[in-house]
């Protein structure tokens, strides 16, 4: 049966937004492993407490600042670049809020559900790329260095972007710990084996952005296969 291209895009926005918010849980836990957070979380706390700002808060200005780095590397800004921008942040303010998770105490629980967060991100990561709306303004940017380094594995470039960040982290004074160290691998490690696994290449996907959104939506324009 044929769908109409404003009920696929309608589709395709609230899998951009479930996937976001399967990514912003995965994230939490990582936080509430309590050995030091993943490196853009450090990057995003570092920020927090510099300004005096909430996390969700420091996520959005950092969001902003990378969406001016993709923009300079030529990747394009969409409905799940506006999305990441806005509902990570606050959807990790609402986890905490809501206290569903319990602050680790011990290295073995801290480890498994710092580990269990890292997949978590991961699959949501996958969610809402395979909606091709356009990347996140930290994934445009991974995606557009992989672009550039194709003999590397997309988890390898995430493993050489986190690094970067993690330093920036530190200067800023970001809780880094144990958990940063591992993030900073992890998060590359599990990103590659679960986009194996499901044969998923980031660097391949047609995103359609914000001028092709609009043109579907006037039915001026047949939507495009998306490559994933």
Not at 42 to 66: D, E, H, Q
Not at 147 to 156: A, Q, S, T, V
Request: net charge positive.
């Amino acid at each position: 049966m044929n769908r109409s291209p404003r009920l696929m895009l309608l589709l395709r926005t609230l899998q951009a937004a479930g996937g976001l918010f399967v990514a912003a849980f995965g994230i939490y836990l990582t936080i509430q492993a309590n050995i030091g957070l993943a490196p853009w979380d450090a990057l995003n706390m570092g920020l927090s407490r510099c300004f005096g700002v909430s996390y969700g808060t420091a996520s959005i200005v950092l969001s902003i600042f990378a969406v001016a780095a993709d923009l300079l590397l030529g990747e394009r800004i969409g409905m799940g670049t506006l999305l990441d921008a806005v509902l990570v942040g606050l959807s990790i303010d609402l986890f905490t809020a809501l206290e569903l998770v319990p602050l680790q105490t011990s290295l073995p629980a801290s480890l498994a559900v710092l580990i269990l967060g890292l997949f978590i991100v991961a699959f949501g990561q996958l969610i809402y790329m395979r909606s091709a709306l356009c990347c996140g303004p930290r994934d445009s940017l991974l995606v557009a260095l992989g672009k550039r380094m194709r003999r590397l594995p997309i988890g390898m470039v995430n493993v050489m972007l986190l690094g970067v960040v993690i330093c920036a982290a530190w200067l800023l004074k970001g809780p880094i710990g144990v958990g940063t160290l591992v993030s900073v691998f992890g998060l590359g490690a599990t990103m590659q084996a679960v986009f194996r696994l499901f044969r998923f290449e980031p660097r391949d996907v047609r995103h359609t952005d914000f001028l092709e959104m609009g043109r579907l939506l006037c039915g001026r324009a047949a939507p495009q296969d998306q490559k994933v």
